[in-house]
């Protein structure tokens, strides 16, 4: 059975979803839903509708999974719980602190109107919050580690492009090197923020602006940058688009713990991630998870799920008699 994939907002995470689909047989795109006039989207696929959000609930019976690629501060909140009184949906969202009553929420929706939900599907949270779990339960004593980078971070570069006189600017978050080798070596190390990254960043300042306040601002920033070894180029807007145009991004999750009567044998675990393209590998992520949203509806079951709810077969167009002869 072909699943239908309605996708909603067509930002970069929209356009990932729409290539992904396009890697997985089983799945196909049957909408896009933008908030921009219709008529002036332009997507890649042929011979699918384009149509105001407004129109969404019109698609009720031609789509079976609904992928909400809005952002987590004030967009999902809102549109995955309402759009999971009709369809089934997935999102990415990544406000951990409330990612407890953002699953509620999707949860009580979700159980009355007899649809699934999965939230907060990508690589942080998911992928990395599954090697978590893993690495944990494996090495009970032991250390969580989490670097991410080096790549770009696209809060942080909207916080500095907020600044009085920032014209443009990105952001790249950098392990440092020390302290990866460190953990790396299984000597379970307490490492402050600054001790794990350092932050670099790319400005392209307005004509007559002040450089020295904009390097001030961004470098004593909190939340964002106080904490951390920070240094600042101001380039062209030539040399930022030149040089900086993807978004690239990745990071290690680690776990160091100790096995034996005596805790006498060191153990380290380790999943990492280069990635090119931060939307399209969380988009990735997401389909897969979407296969599985799908398959639980089919199954009759309903509420919400987070990556850590779903059987890894459900994430595979394979049977689990292919999945045991090639995969086990």
Not at 72 to 97: M, R, Y
Not at 101 to 115: E, I, L
Not at 238 to 255: C, N, T
Request: charged letters at 20%; hydrophobic letters at 40%; proline letters at 5%.
């Amino acid at each position: 059975m072909t699943i239908r994939i309605g996708i909603y907002g067509y930002g970069n995470l929209g356009r990932g979803i729409e290539s992904a689909i396009r890697q997985n047989p089983d799945m196909t795109l049957a909408a896009v839903f933008t908030r921009r006039d219709p008529s002036t989207l332009k997507i890649s696929t042929p011979n699918v509708p384009v149509c105001h959000v407004s129109q969404a609930e019109d698609y009720a019976d031609k789509i079976d999974v609904m992928v909400l690629c809005g952002g987590s501060a004030t967009d999902l909140p809102e549109q995955t719980p309402a759009l999971a009184k009709t369809f089934c949906v997935i999102d990415s969202f990544d406000t951990h602190a409330k990612i407890p009553a953002h699953f509620a929420n999707v949860d009580a929706v979700c159980k009355q109107a007899g649809t699934v939900g999965i939230i907060s599907a990508g690589w942080y949270p998911g992928m990395f919050s599954l090697n978590r779990l893993y690495a944990g339960v494996i090495l009970p004593e032991g250390e969580d580690y989490t670097f991410w980078g080096k790549g770009v971070s696209q809060g942080h570069s909207d916080a500095i492009r907020r600044i009085a006189g920032v014209l443009d600017a990105k952001q790249y978050t950098i392990p440092v090197q020390e302290a990866l080798d460190a953990v790396r070596s299984g000597a379970a190390p307490e490492l402050t923020a600054r001790q794990k990254h350092t932050r670099e960043c790319f400005v392209v300042a307005a004509e007559g602006a002040d450089k020295a306040r904009i390097e001030q601002e961004i470098k004593q920033m909190p939340n964002y940058f106080a904490d951390y070894d920070t240094t600042v180029h101001f380039i062209s807007a030539e040399e930022l688009k030149r040089d900086h145009g993807g978004i690239p991004h990745g990071g290690f999750v680690i776990r160091s713990g100790k096995t034996g009567m005596d805790k006498q044998n060191n153990h380290v675990i380790e999943y990492s991630l280069k990635l090119d393209s931060n939307p399209e590998f969380t988009a990735s992520v997401i389909v897969a998870f979407a296969r599985a949203v799908h398959r639980l509806h089919s199954e009759g079951q309903s509420g919400c799920k987070t990556v850590f709810d779903i059987p890894p077969a459900y994430l595979s167009p394979k049977s689990g008699e292919e999945l045991r002869a090639t995969l086990l």
